[in-house]
């Protein structure tokens, strides 16, 4: 019996603490996500940011500021399928070498996704040559575009995330895990 009631006051203690220790205070966030390139951006499904934004990175070895450039819409062949091409441009501004793989993968207001990892541009995506210090190129990637349903979806907005995997030297292979990940809102009309 002693040890019933003994049993009964702890459990209730228990409650009583649970249900008068303060929670938390709530907060809103008032800025969009942390900038891509923090650690948590390339699991973080975060706000994206506007499409004009040109995102700086540090690695290793450098530093480098990438930008959507374009977007180009490509015949629609027998099957029914067109390739949608982006182009993302990057500007070597370290002192070391640049040579970068990325991938693209656009999302539409309905949440249907187009690339990828592994995906986009026949499952290559888009490879730089050696980016010299202060130089830009761009590298084209494409997703394939089933229907003009899917077309016309992208056409009313999208969100692309990209991708960005370093290539330090000819031996080592594209890894399949990104080392960056910028995601941008696009504009309606801005496919076109």
Request: charged content about 15%; proline content about 7%; some cysteine.
């Amino acid at each position: 019996m002693k040890t019933i009631v003994i049993l009964i006051a702890l459990i209730t203690l228990a409650f009583a603490a649970g249900c008068v220790t303060p929670s938390a205070p709530a907060t809103t966030p008032s800025a969009p996500a942390a900038l891509p390139g923090s650690t948590d951006s390339l699991t973080s499904q975060g706000a994206a940011l506007p499409m004009g934004t040109h995102v700086p990175f540090t690695t290793p070895n450098t530093t480098f500021v990438v930008w959507v450039d374009s977007f180009e819409i490509g015949d629609v062949q027998e099957n029914g399928e067109q390739e949608l091409t982006i182009w993302v441009a990057a500007t070597n501004t370290g002192t070391g070498p640049l040579r970068m793989t990325w991938f693209s993968k656009l999302t539409d207001a309905n949440g249907k996704t187009y690339g990828g990892i592994g995906i986009s541009k026949g499952g290559s995506g888009a490879r730089s040559g050696w980016i010299p210090f202060n130089m830009t190129e761009m590298a084209r990637d494409y997703v394939v575009v089933r229907s003009d349903r899917d077309l016309a979806a992208l056409k009313e907005g999208a969100v692309l995330d990209v991708f960005f995997m370093e290539k330090p030297d000819d031996e080592t292979p594209v890894s399949d895990i990104p080392d960056y990940h910028v995601r941008w809102t696009i504009d309606p009309g801005t496919i076109q």
